[in-house]
């Protein structure tokens, strides 16, 4: 079954990409055309609790790797410009992205909207050659160098990335309290954690360190080892808020891609060829025959999923264009039925 998608949200967000653009020559919609939508977007309404940070989110976080990358930064502007007028207000990016011009390009878009209080920035350190890994020097470079390439004075969610090099986890957790008391970062995010590691800064938090309240974990419908297990339970058990990167298997689960002859050239390429078998092809067509039934694209569909599951807040998802957002926005909208859910894990099996 869908809530408000297919009916009101679907409809309206329709209604916000089919409105005609003022002054051109459809100024005068058919009678059919939906009715522009007016005053803010339905989407705003819709809020879940992204853990103990104390904020509150649209169920969709958008996503900045491919901005400055394979989206130059007016059509990275467009995308967000398009995922805030839908009700979103949480952007997600590194400093590893496109070496910090992903970082650049969102700062530059939140000084020219002045919707800076608006929006929950959230952003992953530990990646940029410059200053590697989460030791305590090179945490709070990062830091500093993220707050000016985002041209603002906090980072709401500082997710530590753990892949980049390791220090010991008391240390990065003392450097991540002074950023927190000097009002430089609001709360702490983990990427690249192991269970045992949750478990450690649990025990750390007994002792006034920051608390980790927020994973980031490459989770979607076909690449599930690395949550599913040890790691799912412990976040379960703290009450760690999962915000899933890799939602969308590097868009092999949007259903654009089914042959070989016509993958993206690239790393891209040979990630959606990874998927190409026949297990991703029963995922396809389980997505298919839902997406059908409720009428919203496959894309939506694997945000649904993300939903359905426990501890889930919001899924990072990021977008090539202006119609990626809404196809994937819609997915915020629909909640799948147990009939559904089963039918998908089937195709999984």
């Not at 339905?42 to 400055?68: D, K, M």
């Not at 989770?219 to 799912?232: A, C, P, S, V």
Request: glycine share 12%.
């Amino acid at each position: 079954m869908a809530i408000f998608g297919v009916g009101s949200i679907t409809g309206s967000l329709r209604a916000v990409v089919d409105a005609p653009v003022r002054g051109s020559s459809t100024d005068t919609p058919h009678p059919s055309a939906p009715i522009p939508v007016v005053g803010p977007a339905i989407g705003s309404n819709l809020r879940v609790a992204l853990g103990e940070t104390g904020f509150e989110i649209f169920p969709l976080t958008l996503g900045g790797a491919e901005f400055g990358w394979n989206v130059d930064l007016e059509s990275s502007h467009d995308i967000i410009d398009r995922y805030v007028e839908l009700g979103g207000n949480s952007l997600h990016t590194a400093d590893s992205f496109s070496g910090g011009r992903s970082e650049h390009i969102i700062g530059q878009w939140l000084e020219s909207r002045g919707l800076r209080d608006d929006i929950v920035v959230a952003a992953r350190v530990g990646g940029h050659p410059d200053n590697p890994g989460i030791g305590p020097v090179n945490l709070v470079r990062a830091v500093e160098a993220s707050l000016g390439r985002l041209r603002t004075d906090r980072i709401d969610v500082l997710y530590l990335d753990a892949t980049g090099g390791r220090a010991a986890l008391e240390d990065t957790l003392a450097t991540a309290e002074w950023l927190v008391e000097a009002g430089k970062v609001r709360a702490i995010g983990a990427f690249g954690f192991t269970a045992a590691d949750l478990v450690e800064a649990r025990i750390l938090s007994s002792a006034g360190f920051p608390r980790v309240t927020v994973l980031d974990v490459p989770y979607n419908i076909l690449r599930r080892q690395e949550f599913d297990g040890d790691l799912r339970l412990v976040a379960d058990a703290q009450g760690i808020a999962v915000t899933p990167s890799h939602a969308l298997e590097h868009g092999f689960l949007t259903g654009a891609h089914r042959s070989r002859g016509r993958l993206p050239l690239g790393q891209r390429g040979v990630q959606i060829a990874s998927s190409l078998n026949r297990r991703g092809s029963r995922v396809l067509r389980a997505l298919d025959t839902i997406g059908a039934e409720i009428g919203v694209p496959d894309s939506a569909v694997a945000i649904a999923w993300l939903l359905a599951q426990r501890t889930v807040a919001a899924p990072i998802v990021n977008a090539f264009n202006e119609r990626h957002v809404f196809e994937m926005v819609q997915g915020a909208g629909v909640r799948l039925s147990r009939a559904q859910l089963a039918d998908i894990a089937r195709a999984n099996a």
